[in-house]
């Protein structure tokens, strides 16, 4: 079964744009949140991550918000690239079960110039 | 410093064989899971060892097993291979294996085709 629904599954953004993608799980035991960048043909990226005691996290051009009573999150990509162009995949992983995480169906993003 | 390794890149089986899948992970990492992606999904998990004992176990088959080496290398093996079972295997690596989540970080995968 899905655990952690992703969407859109595809997104075109023009090139200076703000690319949001969101995910919204089930499993309440769910307490760490990561988002990975994958390239054609390449292991995915960590990217960020964020635990549920916080409802946002930036680190660059990269923010994840988060609402746990409404068990979504999402990644926004301010200033979008076209180098930013990947499959975007958010995560989730349960407490106490150390690595294992259930990923979203992804989303592939499309930065056009 | 080096990232996950994984070899081989790239493998051709025929249905019914058996496959062997090789990781190491980054320095200082004592935690690997192996993950299945097939073309357009997102990574299943399948397995995770630490400290040389297995930690977790995805929804897979018996015919996948695994093992972790004292320096923390992975080996993933597949038994009886089936057409279903081609797809990318990516190899984390993580600093720790139990309790709080740590971050993983993801080898390029070996890209395995069952003809």
């Known amino acids: 079964q899905q655990q952690v629904k992703q969407s859109p599954q595809s997104l075109i953004v023009q090139k200076g744009g703000i690319s949001i993608i969101n995910c919204a799980y089930e499993n309440t035991a769910f307490d760490y949140f990561p988002w990975y960048q994958q390239f054609p043909g390449k292991g995915p990226a960590l990217l960020i991550a964020?635990?549920?005691?916080?409802s946002e996290k930036k680190e660059g051009r990269f923010t994840i918000s988060f609402n746990k009573s409404a068990k979504q999150f999402s990644l926004h990509i301010m200033d979008s690239q076209p180098g930013d162009s990947a499959t975007y995949f958010c995560a989730a992983s349960p407490h106490n079960a150390g690595n294992m995480l259930t990923f979203g169906g992804g989303t592939r993003l499309m930065v056009k110039p | 410093d080096a990232g996950v390794t994984q070899s081989p890149t790239h493998l051709i089986k025929t249905r019914g064989q058996q496959v062997t899948l090789r990781c190491s992970p980054i320095?200082?990492?004592?935690?690997v899971s192996w993950y299945q992606q097939v073309l357009g999904q997102g990574p299943q998990f399948i397995f995770q060892?630490?400290?040389?004992?297995?930690?977790g176990r995805g929804n897979f088959p018996d015919r996948f097993s695994a093992r972790q080496f004292p320096n923390y290398s992975s080996e993933l093996n597949v038994n009886a291979l089936l057409l279903g079972d081609s797809a990318l295997y990516l190899c984390?690596?993580?600093?720790?294996?139990?309790?709080?989540?740590?971050?993983?970080?993801f080898g390029p995968g070996t890209r395995l085709t069952v003809t």
């Open positions: 320095s200082g990492h004592k935690s």
């Open positions: 060892y630490y400290e040389k004992e297995e930690r």
């Open positions: 984390a690596s993580s600093f720790s294996g139990g309790g709080i989540s740590y971050e993983q970080y």
């Open positions: 964020i635990r549920p005691d916080v």
